[in-house]
């Protein structure tokens, strides 16, 4: 299994300042698809600017298992350079027509504890001509797969399941296109419907109660997918032509860069510049919210492609709170973490609702972030599919749990750089699930208030 098998902790010293300019890793919703679509596409693909984070090589080892073959190549051979590694992608030998030439891995393919890898594969496995059992760690594991499987299976997939969670073992079969009407608001759903959709007969729909991160469209448009989107609905016609190869910089993550906004945002004058970062309209709703609780924010578009980017600048100003409802949450489901954590420097009471969602992430993000939160002295009531956290409040050094959720780990570490005391996240090596280095990062941008001279590094 994937993931540091030591628990490791870290501790986090308040800081007398944040200012700096920062890059972050690639974008791993991007990179996830990038990579899966590259798998599909009659020729090689170049992608660079990927992320060295655990869930994005859960999905490089999963495709090596099905034959495809994936080599490093130096970032500045992909088109646009761009940080973050390289990657050939050529895919499996012997495609037929919408068959794709993957072979039967030798064992079950591990997701690690990425849901979006699983979810995605699960839906691209479906139509294919192979069968696959799909597992990952303890947390994969708890999480909810009769959301795929159910609008998989009225396509007619062959999915078994350990009671609608994994193991998830898919019989790739044909497929029939459907109109699918999602009960949740998940982009990782819509993408693995789309994905079956690829390989069915007849047009696969999607309808979104709320709308969702759309780089699995913006990709297969690139690369010549019959695809119409128009006001939630996603239309995927299947086309006797394969996917064309695609060439990518991956952008910046905006949800690893939201912890330095959030950071920023903390404190009147802290101020920090994100550049390369993803600005795709579906993933930017914490702009809004950062904005609406009284911080200055800045963005500039550099590019504006298949995956638009830019620079962010956010400075410090006073904190207001804020009120989100189910629709806020849909938009900036990875970033309400950081909400809270703003929400205890903030005038007044922050609430959320309608995220029952959080509690089925990687962990129960609600409870995790309550218990954290409190921990270090907020004022906060748990609901079960919300929170409201009353500010402004006094955080106190504490040791406060991960509960191994990378989410958690770095929001609760945002949350110490404002504490009198040092912090204690315990279980911080889930961080590398998404940004190896945020740690090196953190202790770079801050500046602890026992050196009190700007300027410190580590
Ligand atoms: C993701 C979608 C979101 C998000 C996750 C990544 C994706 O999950 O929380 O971190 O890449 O599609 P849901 O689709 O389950 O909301």
Known sequence: MLGAEVEQMEMVKPATRIAATIRVPGDKSVAHRVLILAALAEGDSMISGLPESEDVRATIACLRSLGVKLSPVSPSLARGGGSGWGLRVSPAPSRGQSGWGFATPHGPLDCANSGTTMRLLAGLLAGSRVSATLDGDASLRRRPMARIIEPLRRMGAHIDSRDGRAPLTVVGTPLQGRHHSLPVASAQVKSALLLAGLAARGPTTVVEPVLTRDHTERLLTAMGADLRVDAGTVELRPSHRPLRAIDLAVPGDFSSAAFWMAAAALRPGWSITIDGVGLNRTRTAFLRILE?????????????????????????????????????????????????????????????????????????????????????????????????VRGPATLQGATVESNGDHRIAMALAVAGLVATGPTTVDDADCVAVSYPDFFTALRTMSLPRSRGRAGWGP
């Not at 980017?309 to 400075?315: A, E, I, K, M, Q």
């Not at 969602?357 to 962990?363: H, T, Y």
């Open 292 to 388: 609406a609780m009284g911080a200055a924010v800045h963005v500039e578009l550099s590019q504006t492609d298949v995956e638009p980017r830019g620079t962010v600048r956010v400075t410090g100003r006073p904190l207001r709170a804020v009120e989100l409802g189910a629709e806020d949450v849909a938009a900036a489901i990875d970033e309400i973490p950081l909400v809270l954590v703003l929400a205890t420097q903030a005038e007044g009471t922050t609430s959320v609702a309608g995220a029952a969602e959080l509690r089925v992430k990687e962990s129960d993000r609600i409870a995790g972030m309550a218990a954290g939160l409190r921990r270090m002295g907020a004022s906060v009531d748990e609901r079960p599919d919300g929170i409201k």
